[in-house]
């Protein structure tokens, strides 16, 4: 499974736009790209997942390089409830018995 | 109508004792989990079932037996509790093929005290 390297934590105001990067040099060909968030005393969430270039949906945006050697989430006009840990995943979850590798995560703290 | 549901929600506990946890799911999914979350907030997966059949059994001690009656349900027996087992565990579900795998569901998380 390829290593993931995110920041440990980060601050935002309501209503801006908070973008959260995710290093993974050693990601392998067939590896996806997924986010997941967890609020305090709750299991994780799927936020988004992707491939290649950009995804989008109600909750979020994925950007990711040509070279895949990274990727950020995006999420629009942050609020209150949108604190909570974002975990960043990469890897082959056929060969890995189907199995997330959830690291530190990044902690994210919005106040009005 | 609740995904994934686990019971209980907290389990105190003294050292030695054995305990179950349960947990069922109703997606449909062929494939469950559970992970183990520490004090420090590390989430690590344990087991995971696919139809009922063990696919993954991270370095876990044998204390620790998951069970699968049918596809909805997967409980978690320990055996001999040791105050290290103290942490939360989550279930989790999910379809087995494609990238829909990815989409795990959690469970709303068992907090276990071992005292």
């Known amino acids: 499974l390829a290593k993931t390297t995110q920041p440990i934590s980060m601050d935002s105001y309501e209503g801006q736009e908070v973008n959260i990067t995710c290093s993974h040099n050693?990601?392998?060909?067939?590896?996806?790209i997924t986010w997941y968030q967890q609020f305090p005393s709750q299991g994780p969430r799927f936020i988004i997942q992707?491939?290649?270039t950009k995804v989008t949906n109600e909750v979020a945006s994925l950007f990711i390089p040509a070279d895949r050697k990274s990727s950020t989430l995006s999420l629009p006009r942050v609020s209150l409830s949108d604190t909570a840990v974002y975990y960043c995943?990469?890897?082959?979850?056929?060969?890995?018995?189907?199995?997330?590798?959830f690291g530190k995560g990044t902690s994210l703290l919005v106040t009005p | 109508d609740t995904a994934v549901s686990q019971t209980p929600k907290y389990l105190v506990t003294q050292m030695g004792n054995d305990k179950s946890i349960k947990c069922e799911q109703n997606?449909?999914?062929?494939?469950m989990y559970w992970y183990k979350q520490d004090s420090k907030k590390f989430l690590k997966i344990m087991f995971s079932?696919?139809?009922?059949?063990?696919?993954i059994n991270e370095t876990v001690p044998n204390r620790f037996s998951p069970k699968s009656p049918d596809k909805a349900h997967l409980n978690l027996h320990i055996n001999s509790l040791e105050l290290g087992d103290s942490a939360v565990y989550f279930c989790?579900?999910?379809?087995?093929?494609?990238?829909?795998?990815?989409?795990?569901?959690f469970g709303p998380g068992t907090r276990l005290t071992v005292t």
């Open positions: 992707g491939y290649k």
């Open positions: 050693n990601i392998a060909t067939n590896d996806y």
């Open positions: 079932y696919n139809n009922k059949e063990l696919i």
């Open positions: 995943l990469v890897g082959d979850i056929s060969h890995s018995g189907y199995a997330l590798n």
């Open positions: 997606l449909g999914h062929d494939t």
């Open positions: 989790a579900s999910s379809p087995t093929s494609g990238v829909r795998a990815y989409e795990q569901y």
